[in-house]
């Protein structure tokens, strides 16, 4: 996380925000084995949480693939 934000500053892109993308956690998901690993999730994402000191978006994992009319809709 932090090698990545080094990165992004040497090539001049310069964040406010992170975007957790195809989150388990977020998917809020029944199968057991997809919720072990969603509780996986957490301490990453409360470490973003921290580090981008609360400017955080949470993108859930989506069993189809989104585009078009379904990505507009997400992104509004």
């Given at each position: 996380?932090?090698?990545?934000?080094?990165?992004?500053?040497?090539?001049?892109?310069y964040s406010?925000?992170?975007v957790i993308n195809s989150s388990l956690y977020q998917a809020?998901?029944?199968n057991?084995?997809?919720k072990a690993k969603a509780s996986?999730?957490?301490?990453w994402i409360?470490?973003?949480?921290?580090?981008?000191?609360g400017n955080i978006a949470i993108i859930?994992?989506?069993?189809?693939?989104i585009k078009g009319e379904k990505l507009n809709?997400?992104?509004?």
């Open positions: 996380m932090y090698q990545l934000k080094e990165e992004l500053n040497r090539a001049g892109n406010k925000a992170w809020k998901t029944t057991k084995l997809l996986n999730e957490i301490e409360n470490k973003i949480y921290s580090h981008a000191n859930p994992w989506i069993a189809e693939e809709q997400l992104l509004l």
